[in-house]
């Protein structure tokens, strides 16, 4: 059976109303999220939360119930040269800010400017108690109370449900342009990936994605004032030894809204998220390579994007990771949200425990 | 109370447990003087060992304690709760690696912040957050209340460039949280960490995130005759597109206290200058200076000139940072205050703000930060004179109150700490106040981190 939620008042009537785990789910586009390890888990559907409710583009912030598509956010935004600069994934197939705020994954674009903790300000959710809290603001500095909004990020609905979320906003670049380089050996790649993000062009995405004989091809996009664009990409093509082509508009559009709906990855593959730092790739990449499992880096090679195959048992990826310290964010497939080594110990449990004392949300898969 | 000093002095600390009434004295209070608590002792701790076992021996007697760097907290927060200990921190001064590939520092609590940038530049990096205490504030104490700084414009707070920590919680237990990437799967535990002013245990060990050391930095002073002339400028930038990393203004009060004392050399006669900084790769800054330039020049402006000249940068923005001390040149006592508005009602705000001072009589020098509306009002006035303090104190809560009203915040950087804690409960509704309440009984079920501090206690 699934609950449906229209308003705050439903979501806590849902909450206090439900014996057993309950899993808010709005544009469903991320399942592993939606799904809970314990199947006994009730949806509580609270797509029907939605509508931008405040923006002012000379604020540079806006608010949005949770449920309110990032498609319909961005669009508000570009009517007035304005973006989410955290750049969320699966906004053509349906994503909502509440997912892509429970999922704490940011998209390709986030290189520039920071992921969903660096622009979310504010919060209105429904703990496990049945209350209805804010954390936060509408403004874009705020060191009052804790930091409630930034907890939200990556919660994955499992330590409250997300009824409402603020978030400050950048001008859109002018204009944008990327550059594709011929692949790279591993190796390589990773050090080119270090020396373009210490500058100095200042890039706004920084991705290497994997080509069928092993290699690592170097996507690198700049984006500002289109006066400045040629000289900078000329720039930029002289950090790295490797040739490049300059993609035709068109053709970068279509490159980065295809790496944001997860096009790259295989039909029924699990595709999950595992941030890390470059030292950790090589270790990590002979393993999925091992597994026949795309790997494709992001952010300056800070996380990961795998492609686990359908056919794999997604526990053997979890093991694998918790053996290397990782830890994966899964959008799809079983066995979700995380898989891999474990954060925050003593201190992530007694938060759970004061946000859900009687255990209503799925709050066990995080531990 | 005296078992608990003998309990610490089991630790081995030698002389670095402190307990004689000068050093007491001395760590009476922070930069926050109004407020003034004797501790029972002071712990000088060097490892993370050391505070674990000194917040095991708190947790075992149930004795509060407060951690302290080097004490510049604008709020109280540092303020020891009398008869408790306090955990100095300041020899925990260790950056302990700077991994230029990662772009990532790991840092002891203790370290100053501007040591880290230090630490940084062989690499070519830099560490973003610059609150005006930045030669001698502490990363950890930065952490603790989510310092800000003349750069959060386009860099963002303290939290967000703080990846991970580790912590020592309340009851001595250790927890790491983060990590060394940019990106946290799972909820944000670090996010919730930062600017919990302490309430939920001590952090030992930091990640901090790094950036690349912009090659061309462009400071712009503009003169203009009125302070709203100046907010409009700001308004106009914000509405180009322009994303300058600090957008500063000064009111003529606070330009003569500056003058006055650290002689930046500001145009005399100004009624208002506003600070523009652009920064970035060369060709950048080129194209996006030329817009701003064209703004400033149709904004009004008497005169402004633009620089990337180090030393003129470093005066331009000496005399914006030496605001607070050097109002210490027009009055013996000063507030500083910390609220932030929606940035399209800073006008309003500014106009309302100059209508109670000159109500009540006490003069207000304002600098702030334009670009995400924090205001910073210097609320003048002589403990001297009879009634002065009050009325000054009352001016800043009509401030604060306005901040709410206007939908802004009660602190953009400085924390509520016990300075303004009586006023959380105007800016967040019961219910939320109670759940903050529930994540502090949760972590600390003993109430010993810092009681005091951001929570007031509840009425018996």
Redesign the interface.
């Known amino acids: 059976m699934t609950l449906v939620a229209a308003s705050a008042a439903d979501v806590r009537e849902a909450v206090l109303s439900t014996d057993g785990p309950l899993l808010p789910v709005a544009g469903a586009t991320k399942p592993a999220l939606s799904t809970a390890q314990d199947t006994a888990a009730t949806p509580l559907d609270v797509s029907a939360l939605r509508g931008i409710t405040s923006y002012?583009?000379?604020?540079?912030?806006f608010t949005a119930r949770a449920g309110t598509p990032v498609r319909e956010a961005a669009a508000a935004l570009a009517e007035h040269?304005q973006y989410l600069p955290f750049d969320p994934p699966l906004a053509d197939a349906g994503a909502t800010l509440g997912g892509a705020v429970a999922a704490?994954?940011?998209g390709s674009g986030a290189f520039r400017?920071?992921?969903v903790?660096?622009f979310i300000i504010g919060v209105r959710l429904v703990?496990g108690?049945g209350?209805?809290?804010?954390?936060g603001?509408?403004?874009?500095?705020?060191?009052?109370?804790?930091?409630?909004?930034?907890?939200?990020?990556?919660?994955?609905g499992?330590?409250g449900v997300l009824t409402e979320l603020s978030f400050k906003v950048?001008?859109?670049p002018?204009a944008t342009t990327t550059l594709s380089f011929e692949p790279l050996g591993r190796d390589a790649a990773l050090a080119t990936v270090?020396r373009l993000?210490?500058?100095?062009?200042?890039l706004d995405a920084l991705d290497v994605e994997p080509t069928p004989d092993g290699s690592r091809r170097i996507l690198a996009r700049i984006g500002?004032?289109p006066?400045?664009l040629d000289?900078?990409a000329v720039?930029l093509a002289s950090y790295v030894e490797a040739p490049h082509e300059r993609l035709a508009p068109d053709e970068e559009t279509a490159l980065w809204r295809d790496t944001g709906e997860l096009r790259w990855a295989a039909p029924g593959a699990l595709v999950a998220?595992?941030?890390?730092?470059?030292?950790a790739i090589p270790m990590l990449d002979a393993f999925l390579a091992a597994h026949r499992a795309a790997a494709r880096w992001t952010?300056g090679a800070?996380?990961v994007w795998v492609a686990w195959p359908a056919e794999l048992p997604p526990r053997e990826l979890g093991d694998a990771l918790a053996g290397l310290g990782l830890?994966?964010?899964a959008l799809t497939g079983t066995g979700g949200?995380?898989l891999?080594a474990?954060?925050?110990?003593?201190?992530?449990a007694?938060?759970r425990?004061?946000?859900d004392p009687d255990g209503r949300f799925a709050g066990a898969d995080?531990a | 109370m005296n078992d608990v000093v003998a309990a610490l002095g089991g630790i081995g600390l030698g002389d670095r447990l402190l307990t004689g009434p000068a050093a007491l004295a001395a760590f009476s209070s922070d930069a926050q003087t109004a407020f003034q608590q004797r501790a029972i002792a002071v712990v000088v701790a060097e490892t993370v060992g050391e505070v674990q076992a000194a917040v095991r021996v708190c947790h075992a007697a149930g004795v509060p304690f407060v951690a302290r760097g080097s004490g510049t907290s604008l709020s109280g927060g540092s303020l020891p709760v009398e008869g408790g200990v306090l955990i100095a921190l300041n020899r925990m001064n260790r950056v302990l690696r700077v991994?230029?590939?990662?772009?990532?520092a790991v840092v002891e609590p203790g370290v100053i912040n501007l040591d880290v940038t230090r630490a940084a530049t062989p690499?070519?990096?830099y560490y973003a957050p610059d609150p005006s205490s930045q030669s001698i504030c502490t990363i950890g104490g930065n952490i603790a209340?989510?310092?800000?700084g003349a750069h959060?414009l386009?860099h963002?707070?303290t939290?967000?460039h703080v990846l991970g920590v580790r912590?020592v919680?309340p009851d001595g237990?250790?927890?790491?949280?983060?990590?060394?990437?940019?990106?946290?799967?799972?909820?944000?535990?670090?996010?919730?960490?930062?600017?919990?002013e302490g309430l939920?245990?001590i952090v030992v060990e930091a990640t901090l995130r790094l950036m690349?050391?912009?090659?061309a930095v462009r400071t712009s002073l503009a003169v203009y005759d009125s302070l709203e002339a100046a907010g409009d400028a700001v308004?106009q930038i914000?509405?180009a597109?322009?994303?300058p990393v600090a957008l500063e203004i000064m009111d003529a009060l606070a330009i003569e206290a500056a003058e006055a004392s650290v002689k930046p050399g500001y145009p005399p006669g100004a009624t208002a200058l506003l600070i523009v900084e652009l920064e970035?790769?060369?060709?950048?800054v080129?194209?996006?200076a030329a817009?701003l330039d064209a703004l400033l020049t149709a904004s009004g402006a008497r005169e402004f000139l633009a620089t990337e000249d180090l030393d003129e940068r470093a005066l331009i923005w000496k005399g914006r940072k030496a605001a607070f001390s050097a109002v210490g040149w027009l009055a013996p006592d000063y507030i500083v205050q910390?609220g932030?508005?929606?940035?399209?009602r800073l006008g309003e705000a500014l106009v309302e703000i100059g209508r109670m001072s000159e109500e009540s009589g006490i003069r207000v020098a304002n600098v702030f930060?334009a670009g995400?509306?924090?205001l910073h009002p210097l609320i003048l006035f002589d403990s001297a004179v009879p009634g002065e303090l009050e009325r000054a104190e009352r001016l800043g809560g009509d401030i604060l109150r306005l901040c709410i009203a206007l939908?802004?915040?009660?602190?953009?950087?400085?924390?509520?700490g016990i300075e303004?804690r009586e006023y959380?409960p105007l800016?967040?509704?019961p219910?939320?106040l109670?759940?903050?309440r529930?994540?502090r009984?949760?972590?600390d079920p003993a109430g010993l981190a810092n009681p005091g501090k951001?929570l007031a206690p509840e009425a018996a």
């Open positions: 002012d583009p000379a604020e540079l912030t040269g704490g994954v940011s400017h920071g992921g903790r660096d703990d108690t209350s209805l809290i804010a954390g603001g509408q403004v874009v500095k705020n060191a009052a109370g804790f930091d409630l909004p930034k907890l939200m990020v990556g919660s994955a499992r330590l950048f001008p859109h002018r270090a993000a210490r500058g100095p062009v200042a500002g004032d006066a400045a000289a900078r720039r998220r595992i941030p890390v730092t470059a030292p952010l800070n996380a830890t994966a964010v949200p995380l891999g474990r954060r925050g110990g003593a201190f992530a007694r938060v425990g004061a946000l995080l | 991994d230029a590939d990662t772009r990532t690499h070519g990096l209340f989510n310092s800000g959060c386009l963002g707070m939290s967000n912590v919680l237990e250790l927890a790491e949280l983060g990590g060394p990437s940019a990106e946290t799967p799972g909820p944000d535990w670090t996010g919730l960490f930062c600017g919990s939920f245990g690349p050391v912009p090659e308004a914000v509405r597109g322009l994303l970035g790769e060369r060709d950048v080129d194209a996006d817009r910390d932030v508005v929606p940035r399209t930060h995400d509306g924090n939908g802004g915040s009660i602190t953009g950087e400085h924390g509520v303004k959380l800016m967040y509704a219910d939320d109670a759940a903050m529930r994540l009984d949760g972590v951001m």
